[in-house]
């Protein structure tokens, strides 16, 4: 009997127990549930009222629908961004961002804000005005002819902490240390800090000293044509006690908007995201800070969630920052800030209402004087270090102001396209067809327990068939990429390229592969690899040829297994130094390309890796980096006739002929709201830009769509043989290359893709709007428009209907 009593406790306890667990675990499914059941009830409404969507008769369900499918798409996406705030130690500084989530306001119980800072005017041209507050040194910009007024610290809720109005009333910020911990503060933070400013043709310097610190810089403001310069000249810059300058954000509050205005924060994440500016929104504690260009890989703790002295665990995937542009737009006016210096060193910081308690949305530039790290050492553990010694040039931001229908995202992406056309020669198209981009994966090295086996994928003869097939189909528009075609293939012997591999045609091969794709009209580019050679090759020197950690040695750089984002020892690669890379290896094959009188070569990393090289011996920054990569480009344009890199940075914008793999997408952080095709607005009939091979995309039909709505080429990565051969090698990302598998599908989407770009592929994106829920529309500067649906269901947006997952193609809106 006893027994059985303790039986019956023990079943009691654990029935406790699960329905304690079932309790806390439906109390964090609540969020989630809530989202769905108002997704579920918008959609029940919409089926009820038709059988195709009415976005103008459904319009208060439809914003339900909104609403819910964010906060399920958010619920869903756990990212989370690599810094918070990194508010101050002042009393009441950092608080819970509870206050994001604040109830909206009525238009009749909007809170009392503050005064705004008038100043005393400083300079004027010929449309702006400057006024300087000589108590904060912020700035006020009037535009003389619609009066309109941007604020470097715009009003806010009179309720606001006094500590934080100071923090908003800041005209820089500064970050520093002392040794191990970055600490923040600001200008006005401590009375013995020094603020004083004199004229300057067409402005204002502002000096800034932080007397408890020992740090002070200068800001130079000037009126421009379009608005206002920010400068901050780096002989400024003096450290005069044991603090040292870590960044400086310049006018951080700069055209910040309160919660109830309406329109976005926009951040150049991959293709470009918004920030909805809006009175209620998810709770959030960590804000968006990321680095232009992506982190220095050289600085391992900028990318990586954890360090041991062997082991790395990398951040999640995300999408770089490929365009130094950031901006907001509310109630008619916005702006767009470009950093012309000191990009290449630099953060983009975004902040939704809420943060600090400080219910302002804004977005601002962080440029860096110092990156930081961690070393190991013995068995002290992790010591975090940083550069001795800053990274020199001036900084500078351009900030264009917008006013009514240009002050939209699509508005900054044409002002930023109109910079690039002035400053970094980006010219119109003049090939008006568009090109099916193929890239072809010709050999690689398998490691078998005993030796090396070369696996020949795609000779150079098998080449010769595609194209003969392609060209008997009506296809004779094509663009030819070869991956894999050297010595040992994929990883061979880089940095070295030549010979060709013997197993796939040898050298006469390729030689007669460039002459007939010649012949048939056929571009043909090989790609390279100078930057990231696989260590095994044996062609280089680690400890000559790679660049330099902050432990003064050479910096090993691995893949990543997918599952568990854990470093592969197996697969180690090294970063190689850039002055060597154009010195030496650049130098001594670069005529064997011109032999061959192919049309280009796909310069490999160079259009989406930027990095430094901390060998005391050669030290290098990464605007070095940048300007040795653009001499490599132009010089293989200028020599070989062609130059193509992956996913684009804006420093090579005017430097090559083609873009593969641009950004499609944005990071899916949980406070950006949405993915807009800013990129391809900047770029779109100017540079040729292809999507990610179609055959390894996760949903072919979504993209197709994606590629409809962004302009962007269709490519595909295959070889002639089956994908089955490639087991056991390091290719172990193309999953699906079969060239035959995909021949049908490849000429299918070009064609289909062909409707709109024939007309198209040469014209500027002007308009990019999103109809519905689910509906978008582009449209062309000659009138041509595009419409897709991504819904599931058929659709209807401006008397037009689309069917689901389908598009239109309009002439004149018609």
């Known amino acids: 009997m006893r027994s059985k009593i303790k039986e019956w406790l023990v079943y009691g ?58 906060q399920s798409e958010d619920a869903a996406k756990s990212e989370a961004s690599e810094e918070s705030s990194g508010a101050d130690s002042d009393a009441g500084a950092e608080t819970s961002p509870a206050a994001a989530t ?50 470097g610290a715009p009003p806010m809720d009179v309720n606001t902490p006094p500590n934080n109005v100071k923090f908003v009333q800041a005209p820089v910020h500064i970050k520093y240390t002392q040794g191990t911990e ?29 007397a408890n610190h020992g740090i002070s810089f200068a800001v130079e403001y000037e009126l421009t044509e379009k608005g206002l310069a920010a400068t901050i000249p780096f002989e400024s810059v003096q450290e005069q006690g044991t603090s040292r300058l870590v960044s400086i954000e310049v006018l951080p509050f700069f055209h910040a908007a309160l919660p109830w205005q309406e329109g976005a924060v926009f951040v150049p994440d991959g293709s470009g995201a918004l920030m909805h500016i809006k009175p209620q929104r998810m709770q959030n504690f960590n804000t968006y800070s990321e680095y232009i260009y992506g982190s220095d890989p050289v600085f391992l703790r900028s990318s990586h969630e954890m360090l041991y002295p062997e082991w790395r665990l990398a951040m999640n995937p995300k999408e770089k920052i490929a365009l130094p542009v950031y901006g907001l737009y509310a109630d008619g006016t916005g702006f767009l800030g470009i950093v012309t210096e000191g990009d290449h060193d630099a953060k983009i910081n975004a902040i939704p209402a809420g943060i600090r308690n400080i219910q302002l949305y804004r977005v601002s530039a962080e440029f860096i004087y110092r990156n930081d790290d961690i070393i190991f050492i013995g068995n002290s553990g992790e010591i975090p270090l940083y550069q001795g010694r ?32 002035e400053h970094q020669g980006l010219e119109r198209l003049v090939e008006p067809e568009m ?79 460039a002459a007939y794709a010649q012949e048939r009209g056929v571009k043909l580019y090989l790609k390279a690899n100078y930057v990231r050679p696989f ?82 011996r050669n030290w290098t920054t990464r605007e070095e980096t940048k300007r040795i990569w653009l001499q490599v480009l132009d010089l293989f344009r200028e020599e070989v006739g062609g ?98 598998l995909w021949f049908e599908s490849s000429i299918e989407e070009y064609r289909k893709l062909m409707e709109l770009y024939e007309a ?55």
């Open 643 to 740: 130059a193509a890199v992956d996913y684009g940075h804006a420093y090579v914008l005017g430097h090559v002929d083609r873009i593969d793999k641009i950004p499609m997408d944005h990071s899916h952080f949980t406070y950006l709201d949405e993915a807009v095709p800013f990129y391809q607005i900047v770029l779109h009939g100017y540079i040729p830009y292809s999507a990610a091979p179609t055959n390894l995309e996760d949903d072919p039909r979504v993209m197709f769509l994606r590629k409809l709505e962004y302009g962007a080429m269709p490519s595909y990565e295959l070889t002639y043989e089956p994908t089955q051969r490639l087991q056991r090698t390091m290719a172990d990302g193309l999953f699906s290359s079969e060239w035959k």
């Open 102 to 151: 604040s109830a909206a306001h009525s238009e009749d119980a909007l809170p009392e804000l503050t005064e705004p800072l008038i100043g005393k005017k400083a300079a004027e041209n010929e449309r702006f005005e400057l006024y300087v507050d000589e108590a904060t040194l912020n700035v006020r910009i009037v535009d003389k002819q619609t009066k309109r007024e941007w604020h």
């Open 182 to 210: 970055t600490s923040q503060t600001y200008s006005l933070q401590d009375s013995e800090n020094e603020m004083t400013m004199e004229l300057i043709d067409g402005g204002v310097r502002a000096h800034f000293t932080f």
């Open 535 to 616: 260590e095994d090759t044996g062609s280089y020197k680690a400890k000559r040829d790679a660049v330099y950690g902050i432990k003064k040695e050479p910096q090993a750089s691995y893949n990543y297994y997918v599952s568990s984002r854990f470093n592969n020892f197996s697969e180690l690669f090294h970063l190689l130094k850039p002055k060597r890379v154009f010195d030496h290896h650049i130098a001594k094959e670069l005529n064997q390309y011109v032999k061959l009188d192919i049309s280009g070569v796909h310069l490999q990393y160079m259009g989406d890796t930027l990095y430094s090289d901390q060998d005391p």
């Open 435 to 513: 090109p099916l981009q193929l890239h072809i994966f010709a050999g690689i090295l398998r490691y078998d327990v005993l030796g090396k086996t070369f696996i020949p994928m795609t000779t150079f003869e098998q080449v010769k068939a595609m194209i003969d097939e392609y060209h008997s189909r009506g296809i004779k528009r094509l663009e030819i990429t070869i991956d894999g075609w050297t010595k040992n293939g994929v990883y061979g012997t880089q940095p070295k390229h030549f010979p060709a591999a013997s197993q796939l045609g040898g050298y006469k091969g390729l030689e007669e592969l």
């Open 760 to 814: 198209t592929y040469d014209q500027p994106i002007t308009a990019h709007e999103r109809l519905s829920r689910w509906v978008y529309r582009t449209t062309y500067a000659n009138g041509i428009q595009v419409m897709v649906n991504y819904g599931h269901r058929p659709a209807e947006a401006d008397g037009h209907r689309i069917d689901a997952y389908g598009y239109l193609i309009l002439e004149g809106g018609r």
């Open 13 to 70: 306890l654990i029935v406790v127990l699960l329905l304690g667990s079932s309790s806390i675990y439906l109390n964090a499914m609540e969020g989630e549930a809530d989202a769905e059941h108002a997704s579920r009830a918008a959609d029940a409404a919409a089926e009820a009222s038709a059988e195709i969507e009415q976005p103008a008769a459904s319009e208060s369900a439809e914003a339900a629908a909104d609403e819910a499918s964010m």
């Open 390 to 421: 800053m990274i020199g040039g001036d900084r500078r931001i351009e900030f264009i102001l917008l006013q009514d229908e240009d002050a939209h995202y699509v508005g900054m992406a044409e002002a930023y396209r109109q910079h690039l056309i």
